[in-house]
């Protein structure tokens, strides 16, 4: 079975501070997808990045970035130079195979203070 | 503009009473799903649909049922038999549920659900 862990539950920076959101997962499958969802305070969550799991190489959108280690089951995500905008709940999730039947991680709560 | 609209985005509830939450959406997406989100559990999916007149149980479907009559429509019913029903619910949306998904789900705002 799939699974998705987010063990980190509130974070609470300042403004202008990098933060790392934390995400492990565990699969039997060779083939799967991993994601970060952003959800405001308005409630709907959007998507920020889908990552395939045969290709291991970082990516950098602005401030975001992702660092995907499949040796330690690690799907880690970097906002830099954070901003008060950046408040929300981040959540990990995983699918197996082609199909978008989503596992999420508990989600993490970012607070980021003026 | 093209998206997903979820009604009521508040709503009561005695117990005992059977409520259904509305989902439709004009992005033309085959595959749609319904979630329930618990403080502290993330998301957890109940039922989904990958094409009209066909759906399947999620992880959490006791309680709950749906049907998919039209591609833009997936109406969520929570019946009584559903023991602890307050949460918030998210419906969500992707352009099929195959191999030729990118696997990125459109969500509506949700609607939360509370039983006095």
């Known amino acids: 079975a799939q699974k998705v862990t987010q063990a980190q539950t509130e974070i609470s920076v300042v403004e202008k501070e990098d933060v790392t959101l934390d995400c492990v997962y565990e699969?039997?499958?060779?083939?799967?997808?991993l994601f970060w969802y952003k959800q405001p305070p308005s409630g709907e969550l959007v998507f920020l990045i889908r990552r395939n799991s045969f290709d291991e190489q970082n990516e950098i959108s602005g401030r975001y970035s992702w660092n995907f280690q499949k040796s330690t089951s690690s799907f880690n995500f970097t906002i830099t130079a954070s901003q008060v905008v950046d408040s929300a709940v981040y959540f990990c999730?995983?699918?197996?195979?082609?199909?978008?039947?989503?596992?999420f991680g508990e989600g993490t709560q970012l607070t980021v203070n003026p | 503009d093209g998206g997903i609209t979820q009604s009521p985005k508040y709503l009561f509830r005695k117990e005992g009473q059977n409520v259904t939450l509305s989902c439709e959406q004009n992005l033309n997406h085959d595959a749609m799903y319904w979630y329930r989100q618990d403080p502290g559990q993330g998301l957890r999916l109940i039922y989904y649909?990958?094409?009209?007149?066909?759906?399947q149980k999620g992880d959490i479907a006791e309680g709950y049922s749906v049907s998919r009559e039209k591609k833009e429509s997936f109406p969520l019913t929570v019946t009584s038999a559903q023991k602890n029903p307050t949460a918030f619910y998210l419906c969500?949306?992707?352009?099929?549920?195959?191999?030729?998904?990118?696997?990125?789900?459109?969500f509506g705002e949700g609607s939360r659900l509370t039983v006095l």
């Open positions: 699969t039997r499958d060779t083939t799967y997808y």
């Open positions: 969500a949306s992707s352009m099929d549920g195959g191999t030729a998904n990118t696997g990125e789900l459109f």
């Open positions: 649909s990958q094409i009209v007149n066909d759906f």
């Open positions: 999730a995983l699918s197996e195979g082609s199909g978008s039947r989503l596992t």
